[in-house]
């Protein structure tokens, strides 16, 4: 098994705002984490598949770097949502991306200020 690492520089406009992608990924998502360099305290994100929309990390007010492990929802071959045992606990596993690009969005991040994103992928 294969892990590799992708990389998103990011510098923000004048508004505190940014929209950028990733390269096209194929694989399992393991983990996305925020590198804060100087992106203002509060800063929100909502990162995405671009050729789906699922969400893969949304959050609001952010201050400190960060790693997230995404997962998705799993579902019977009726649509039905997984859950273990009678307890109802929802049944999740990592999402797959296919050819797919990250989308990640930012606001609230300050003018012209920087991080980045590594997103983690096993193949």
Do not use: Q
Not at 3 to 16: I, S
Not at 74 to 84: E, Q, T
Not at 90 to 97: G, S
Request: glycine letters at 12%; one cysteine or more; charged letters at 15%.
């Amino acid at each position: 098994m294969t892990t590799r690492r992708f990389v998103v520089n990011v510098t923000t406009a004048a508004d505190g705002s940014y929209t950028g992608y990733s390269p096209y990924i194929s694989g399992r998502l393991c983990a996305i984490h925020y590198i804060k360099t100087n992106f203002t305290d509060g800063v929100d994100f909502t990162i995405t598949a671009e050729a789906t929309g699922e969400t893969l990390w949304t959050e609001s007010n952010v201050n400190a770097a960060k790693a997230c492990m995404p997962r998705g929802a799993v579902h019977s071959n009726v649509g039905v949502g997984g859950i273990y045992s009678t307890g109802g606990i929802a049944v999740t596993d990592l999402i797959r991306l296919s050819r797919d690009r990250v989308k990640i969005v930012l606001a609230a991040g300050g003018n012209a200020t920087t991080g980045a994103f590594h997103i983690v992928v096993e193949d």
